[in-house]
């Protein structure tokens, strides 16, 4: 959930700034790019499948071993 509430915990956060805040700026660039998601994208506009894809990276992503 930490993920999520980084999405959502700040408003016009971009998702590259609230994952970053997890794992480092070098991780969440390379989470968002693995998942399809683009650098500036904001949690509001994401659909469901993008947190699952952003998910599913993370659990693969040393830097986010510890994100629930």
Same mark, same amino acid.
């Given at each position: 959930f930490a993920m999520l509430d980084g999405a959502f915990g700040q408003r016009r956060k971009t998702? +590259?700034? +609230?994952?970053?805040? $997890? *794992? *480092? #700026?070098e991780a969440a660039g390379r989470l968002l790019a693995a998942a399809g998601v683009p650098a500036r994208a904001r949690g509001?506009? $994401?659909?469901?499948?993008?947190?699952? #894809? $952003?998910?599913? #990276?993370?659990?693969?992503?040393?830097?986010? %071993? %510890?994100?629930?």
């Open positions: 998702l +590259a700034n +609230a994952l970053t805040a $997890l *794992g *480092g #700026r509001e506009t $994401l659909d469901p499948a993008a947190f699952v #894809r $952003l998910a599913a #990276r993370a659990a693969e992503d040393a830097a986010y %071993n %510890n994100v629930q």
